[in-house]
C-alpha cells in the first residue's frame, strides 16, 4: 500500500473512532494497530507490545506525572481555593471588572500548585462564580474569564503536558518550567488588560465598581502555605537542590500538611484525592501506550521522516515552519485534547523543527519549542467547538448558555493569539530566566 495511502488510513481511522465516542487512547491504539499490522503483520505487533508497555511504564521520569496531580487534588480537596480568591479579591476588587481579574489571579497563583488546566478552571469557579454573579457580573465575562484563566494552571508550573514534552523529547524539565514562567505570567497580565478593555468597551457586563474587601491579616494568611509550597518546591528544582521528582514528592507532602491546617480534609475528601489521582494517571498512561503504537506505525511508513525533508527543501523561514505548526495545532485542538495532542505530534514534528537554523543552540530551539506547542494546545482549551474549559465551566453555570460562554472567552483568545505571536517572534522571552536554572 503506498505509505500516503496508509497514513492517511491510520489518521482517518483515528478519526472515525473519535467521531463515535470511542475514547481517544483507545482510538489511537486501535488505528496503531491497523497501521502496524496492514505493515509488519501480528506477531511483530505482539512483539512490539510486549516490550514497548514496560518500556515505556517502567520509566523513572513518568512519576513525576501522579505526584503532581496527586498534589494539585490535594490543594483542590483541602480548601486551598478560597483563600487564594479572597486575598486576590481583596487586591483587585477596587478596580472595574476587578472580581473577574481577581478570578485569572486566583487560577494563576493555584495553578502553580497543580498543574492541571481542567482541575484548576473546576475549583476556582466553584468559589468565583457566586460571588461574581452576586455582584452583578454577566455570565458572558465571568464563564468566559474562568474558562480562560483555567489555562493558567498548565502555562504556570508545574505543567503536566510540559512533563510530557520534556519526556517524549528528553529534555530538562526544570528548565522547561523555569521557560513557562515568564509567558505564563504574561498570559496572566494579558487577561487581566483583556478583562479592563472589555469592561469599558461593552458595558453592562460589570458593575462600575465592586466592594472591595480590606486586605487584611487573615487574608494575608491565608495565602502563606501555597506561597511557602511555590518557593520550596521550586525554589529548590531551579536551584538545583533537588530534582523535578523530587520536588513533586516534597510538594505533595507540604500540600498535604497545608491542607490538613485547613482543616477541610475529611477522610472522604483524602480518598478521592488518591482516586482522583489514580484515575487521571491512568488516563494519561494508556494514552501513552496509544500515541506509542500509533507513532510506531506512522514511524513504519516512513512519511514522518520525508515530511521534514520535504519542508526542508522548500526553503521557508524556520519561523514560519513553526508557525504553520502552530497554526495546525489550533485546528487540532478542535478535535483532541492537550496531552493527545502532544504525545501524538510530538515525535513527528519535533525532529523536523530542529533540524532547521534558528540561530540559536539546538537545547533553546527544544525548550523554546516546547513553550510555543504548549500556549498553542491551551488554544483547543478554549476555542470551539470542543473548548474542554469552556464545557467544564459552563457545566457549573447552569442558567448561561454554551454560546454565551464561548463569546466571552473570544477576548481572551485575542489576548492568546498576541502573546504567541510575541513569544514566536521573541524567543528571548521564554529563554531569559532559563540562564538562571543550575
Known sequence: ????????????????????????????????????????????????????????????????????????????????????????????????????????????????????????????????????????????????????GGTLGILIPPSVPLVIYAILTEQNIAKLFAAAMVPGLLAMLMYMVAIAVYVRLVPGHAPERDEAPALTLKALSGIAPIAAIFLVVFGGIYGGIFTPTEGAGIGVAATFVAALLKRELTWAKFAHAFYGTAAASAMIFFIFLGADLMNAALALTQVPGQLASVVQGWGLAPVAVVGAILLFYVVLGAVMDELSMILLTIPIFFPMVMGLDFGMPKESVAIWFGVMVLMTVGFGLLAPPVGLNVYVVNSLARTVPIAESYRGVMPFLVADTLRALLVLFVPSIALWVVQFVG
Request: positive net charge; hydrophobic residues 60%.
Open 1 to 148: 500500500m503506498n505509505p500516503i495511502v496508509l497514513t492517511l488510513l491510520i489518521f482517518g481511522s483515528m478519526l472515525v473512532l473519535m467521531a463515535i465516542r470511542v475514547p481517544i487512547a483507545a482510538a489511537m491504539f486501535c488505528a496503531g494497530v491497523l497501521g502496524y499490522v496492514l505493515q509488519a503483520g501480528w506477531l511483530p505487533l505482539a512483539s512490539f507490545l510486549n516490550s514497548q508497555a514496560f518500556a515505556r511504564f517502567a520509566s523513572y521520569d513518568l512519576s513525576v506525572i501522579p505526584l503532581f496531580i496527586l498534589m494539585g487534588n490535594f490543594a483542590t480537596q483541602g480548601g486551598l481555593s478560597r483563600a487564594l480568591f479572597e486575598f486576590a479579591a481583596a487586591v483587585m476588587a477596587r478596580f472595574k471588572g476587578g472580581l473577574a481579574m481577581a478570578s485569572v489571579l486566583a487560577c494563576a497563583a493555584f495553578g502553580a500548585i497543580c498543574g492541571s488546566s481542567v482541575a484548576t478552571a473546576a475549583t476556582i469557579t466553584q468559589v468565583a462564580l457566586p460571588e461574581m454573579k452576586k455582584h452583578g457580573y454577566s455570565g458572558r465575562l465571568a464563564t468566559g474569564t474562568l474558562a480562560a
